[in-house]
């Protein structure tokens, strides 16, 4: 029970990374580590009372584990994708791809039909689309110094917002965040303990992750083949735009490197502990 305690926790902190980065999904690293169905499904009935005690070292684990990744590794992160965008990104590409084998045996497992496979399909064609939308820049994104009541309001919906897409693999809530403009406001203010936008924020979050798990736990026990073609798809679908946006940060800068001996190794390198840390990691717990 210890073990599998502290396995969740020491899982959940690549979840925490996941969530920093734009264009990460956290939904689809909780899926990589093998942490998914279990968070879904305990947060889903986290009012009954006879699971309250299952559901909790579940849960808190995770919860403690993500918000750890986020507050310890979350500039050391952003220092890396910005001084070394294309390693970086590939190692995360790598993390992202080791998750596909368990992925596609719980799809067939499930025994999918037309609609299994149409909704794969489906949602991966939705991250193909989605990979044509370009973000803005985060380093363009200037602090919200306001605190008026409308302004904290948009805290309270922008965690809801970016929090319930964290939880669908494929879709990244910090691409969410850098869309709305709000960025560098919420990762700011996390190491910075500004309380009048982290208290509205992690209201909205939690409420977000409590609609959101709730839907994907019936749809998970109810329809599995649909749920599972739809974050396949998702999942399949998110490594395009992630192997894109690991040669597109600075396209001058990478044409130049690529010119050094050590360029291709070092990237190569970046999947393989990418691949290696994900299949490490992505066996699941026992209870």
């Not at 020491?10 to 990460?24: D, H, K, Q």
């Not at 919906?157 to 403009?181: N, R």
């Not at 977000?208 to 739809?230: C, S, V």
Request: proline share 5%.
């Amino acid at each position: 029970m210890f073990l599998a305690i502290l396995s969740r926790f020491f899982r959940s902190i690549l979840i925490g990374w996941a969530n920093v980065i734009p264009g990460v999904s956290g939904g689809t690293m909780a899926v990589v580590v093998g942490l998914y169905e279990e968070a879904m499904g305990a947060i889903g009935h986290i009012g009954q009372r006879s699971k309250l005690r299952q559901n909790l070292s579940i849960l808190a684990p995770i919860v403690l584990g993500v918000l750890t990744g986020i507050a310890l590794f979350s500039r050391l992160i952003l220092w890396l994708l910005q001084n070394y965008p294309t390693p970086t990104g590939l190692f995360f590409w790598g993390l992202v791809a080791s998750g596909l084998p368990l992925l596609v045996g719980l799809f067939l497992k499930a025994k999918p039909g037309f609609s299994g496979w149409l909704a794969a399909a489906l949602a991966l064609a939705v991250m193909l689309v989605f990979t044509l939308v370009s973000p803005p820049d985060k380093n363009s994104l200037a602090v919200i110094s306001q605190r008026d009541f409308l302004t904290l309001l948009g805290f309270f919906v922008a965690g809801f917002i970016a929090t319930a897409a964290m939880v669908i693999p494929g879709i990244s809530g910090s691409f969410l965040l850098l869309m709305l403009g709000l960025y560098t406001t919420v990762f700011g203010a996390i190491p910075a303990l500004d309380f009048s936008v982290i208290i509205p924020f992690f209201v909205g979050a939690i409420l977000g992750i409590l609609a959101t798990a709730r839907g994907i736990d019936e749809l998970l026990n109810r329809k599995p083949a649909i749920a599972y073609g739809i974050i396949l798809g998702l999942v399949v679908g998110s490594l395009f735009p992630l192997g894109l946006q690991a040669f597109q940060e600075n396209n001058l800068q990478i044409s130049q490197l690529s010119l050094e001996f050590w360029f291709w190794p070092v990237n190569a390198l970046g999947i393989l502990l990418g691949l290696s840390l994900g299949l490490l990691l992505g066996k699941r717990p026992k209870n």
